[in-house]
């Protein structure tokens, strides 16, 4: 076998007039020696690693060399050489072949690499490696294509969906030697030419956007993907949701990079990928800084969370905790959990200053709401008010605060990621974290494109909305994620630069939002009941729903009657109330300043089984100053209710203290 190879290669060498050199230039590339020569009158070079694994092996880039080389500097690492040879604009035609013949001569001769090499196609370099492949399917390992080129018709042609380019299909033409018509008909395409491929065995990865428009990918990878099965060969397609020609490859190319290991002999070297396709799903803006610099320096730290069930409870948030434990082992920390099942980004606004802020300046806050925030029906307003609320509201209190904002999934997020687009209320609550430079963790996206790549399900893994085990484990890996990317480095001056906060996004956002209890309502005559509401201190209700902490065994302004009013004096622009909303919830009327009456229902899908926590904001747009409100139980009522109740627990004022 050996002297066939052999004789095969010094065939090539001599049919293209190449004469074997052992002058190279030596030059460097990534830190990696480059050795450059010529092959068949082309420039071609090798990048040599630092020590070459057993056996040599190889990965052949065939097209734009250095372009998101995150995959060859992995293998480098692993001891592989990289290969390149400059056949630009011979589209995988005749002429490029012979120049592969020779390269593959040489290297394989001159510098006792492998006699298989792993063929790696960007773009219109996938003519290249599968051209080549099917040429000689005996010097191949597996491929790995990006974004590939299978069908010359698609590109350069665009005779599909493809835009394609007419220059470069001109010479396309003229490369292979056919007319337009000689072309659409002729049947050496690689997506022609898969059986060869198929009877060597040779594993096939194709890394590709699902929304390409340059190379579709209904055009190119389905097709060789479904056709090559069909042969029996095994194919790896890697599918990036929303992502079009550009960026090629996976940001963490561990993918690739084990695909390449496992079908080269290396298969002890595969690691875990962190995500499936290589990014990552967090933003960092601001990072970080000021939040490190408070635990290295004071040695101290308070994190507090702020939001619904998924944080109350025990998982994601005890995780991160013993996280920041294990990386500032010197900081003595003190946790907050100011997460309350049910609420969103509005209540968390109007509680703000009580559940987080009660024992001073926090240095770092997660805060999640988009679960609640669209599950309870809030409007897009409403769900930039809250969340601007909590975020402005927290700078305000201490400006070198850190704040990371989460979006949990639920199965209405995963709908929309897998429609091609994403949920309004993360929409929503990325503007806010925009807007003020903080940063964020997707990790609605993150479970859906995990869940595509099939790593785990959402029925027997996750399980919930509100997590498995697993599921808590997942999003507190992201957390760790995030904080490795924010403190990869050094810690940099930005810990004590001053922050400037710009202006709000919406003036009426609930920045200056307070809590009004019930008791203090009435203890500091804001409200006065007139007719038919008393406060029960504490209330607790005898009909065997369910409760909430906080929201039982706590004063209460109750009517149960009908025609019941109420009189509250305020200062501010904005108003609501904070109820708990039982089984026999009523329907609620108010007017501001002797206005016009106004129903409001506070009646919602579990109030037949729930006292429910329900934040309604009843005015958000007055004009700063005084004003009083008249609360009256309307005479009618949801359908589903058992009778007129409102339970008053806390009024929402937002105030005018603080812009």
Not at 333 to 359: C, Q
Not at 394 to 423: C, E, Q, T
Not at 481 to 499: M, N, V
Request: proline share 6%.
């Amino acid at each position: 076998m050996f002297q066939r190879l052999l004789s095969h290669a010094l065939l090539v060498v001599i049919s293209l007039g190449f004469v074997l050199s052992d002058s190279c230039s030596a030059q460097t590339w990534e830190g990696f020696k480059r050795e450059e020569f010529d092959v068949a009158g082309r420039k071609a070079f090798l990048i040599v690693p630092s020590e070459a694994a057993t056996g040599k092996p190889w990965i052949w880039r065939t097209e734009f060399f250095g372009h998101e080389p995150q995959a060859d500097l992995a293998l480098l690492k692993h001891g592989f050489h990289v290969a390149y040879i400059d056949i630009q604009n011979l589209y995988g035609g005749p002429p490029a072949m012979e120049a592969m013949d020779a390269m593959h001569a040489h290297v394989t001769q001159h510098f006792g690499l492998s006699q298989k090499t792993v063929l790696e196609g960007f773009s219109r370099g996938g003519l290249f490696a599968l051209n080549w492949a099917a040429r000689h399917p005996e010097f191949v390992a597996c491929i790995y294509n990006d974004a590939p080129v299978c069908d010359f018709k698609s590109w350069p042609g665009g005779k599909g969906r493809s835009r394609g380019s007419k220059g470069d299909w001109e010479l396309c033409l003229k490369v292979y030697g056919l007319t337009e018509e000689q072309a659409m008909e002729w049947k050496g395409n690689p997506v022609d030419n898969l059986e060869p491929l198929a009877r060597a065995k040779i594993p096939i990865l194709h890394v590709c956007g699902a929304t390409d428009d340059v190379v579709p990918i209904e055009e190119n990878s389905l097709i060789v993907r479904d056709r090559y099965q069909a042969f029996g060969g095994s194919f790896t397609l890697i599918s990036k949701p929303h992502c079009n020609h550009h960026p090629h490859s996976l940001k963490d190319p561990t993918r690739i990079v084990n695909f390449v290991l496992e079908h080269t002999g290396f298969a002890d070297r595969v690691t875990k990928p962190s995500t499936p396709f290589g990014y990552d799903y967090f933003e960092l803006r601001g990072g970080l800084e000021r939040s490190r610099h408070i635990f290295e320096t004071r040695k101290t730290g308070r994190v507090a969370f702020l939001g619904g069930s998924i944080t109350a409870g025990p998982g994601w948030r005890d995780h991160v905790c013993e996280e920041l434990k294990r990386r500032f082992p010197e900081t003595q920390f003190e946790f907050i959990n100011a997460g309350i099942p049910s609420l969103g980004s509005t209540p968390g606004a109007f509680r703000f200053s009580r559940d987080v802020l009660a024992k001073g300046p926090v240095d770092l806050l997660f805060e999640e709401a988009a679960v609640n925030d669209d599950t309870n029906g809030f409007n897009d307003v409403e769900q930039v008010r809250g969340m601007e609320g909590i975020v402005r509201q927290a700078l305000l209190s201490n400006p070198d605060i850190d704040i990371v904002l989460l979006h949990f999934a639920d199965p209405g997020k995963l709908a929309d990621y897998r429609a091609g687009k994403m949920p309004t209320v993360i929409s929503n609550h990325e503007r806010v974290a925009g807007h003020y430079g903080v940063p964020s963790i997707d990790l609605a996206k993150e479970l859906t494109e995990r869940i595509e790549a099939g790593e785990f399900s959402w029925e027997k893994d996750i399980r919930d909305l509100h997590p498995s085990p697993f599921g808590h484990q997942i999003y507190a890996d992201s957390v760790a994620r995030l904080f490795a990317a924010a403190w990869a480095h050094p810690a940099t001056t930005a810990a004590t630069e001053s922050r400037a906060l710009p202006a709000p996004l919406d003036s009426a956002s609930y920045f200056n939002g307070m809590l009004l209890g019930a008791s203090q309502a009435v203890s500091q005559k804001q409200a006065a009941l007139t007719n038919g509401w008393t406060l029960e201190e504490p209330w607790k209700p005898t009909d065997g729903a369910g409760t909430r902490p906080g929201f039982v065994d706590v004063p209460a302004l109750v009517a149960t009657t009908t025609g019941a009013t109420m009189d509250l004096k305020f200062s501010g622009r904005g108003f609501g109330v904070f109820i708990a909303s039982g089984p026999d919830t009523g329907l609620l009327e108010y007017r501001v300043d002797g206005g016009e009456w106004k129903p409001r229902p506070v009646f919602t899908q579990w109030s037949p089984s729930l006292h429910l926590p329900w934040a309604v904001m009843l005015e958000s747009e007055l004009t700063e100053g005084d004003h009083t409100v008249e609360l009256r139980v309307a005479e009618s009522a949801d359908e589903r209710s058992k009778g007129h109740a409102i339970r008053i627990i806390h009024f929402l004022v937002n105030g005018s203290a603080r812009k």
